[in-house]
């Protein structure tokens, strides 16, 4: 845990490269797309886990 922080600290106080506004920045913009991916795939999932239901009900 103490390497992380470490790590941490040194990349807060790095000038160099991307700053951290921009690694935010990218990082928001990663979590949108992830947001909209599992939106987009959520009534597959959800018609997957019923049809399976459905599946083991009629088998019992």
């Known amino acids: 845990m103490s390497s992380l ?3 941490l600290r040194r990349f ?3 000038e160099e490269g991307a700053s951290l506004a921009e690694y935010a920045l990218l990082l928001g913009v ?3 797309a992830l947001i ?3 939106q ?3 009534n597959s999932i959800s018609n997957i886990f019923e ?3 459905n599946t083991l009900n009629s088998a019992s």
């Open 5 to 7: 922080k470490n790590t």
């Open 12 to 14: 807060v106080r790095e």
């Open 30 to 32: 990663i979590t949108v």
């Open 36 to 38: 909209a991916v599992i």
């Open 40 to 42: 987009g795939f959520r």
């Open 51 to 53: 049809r399976t239901t």
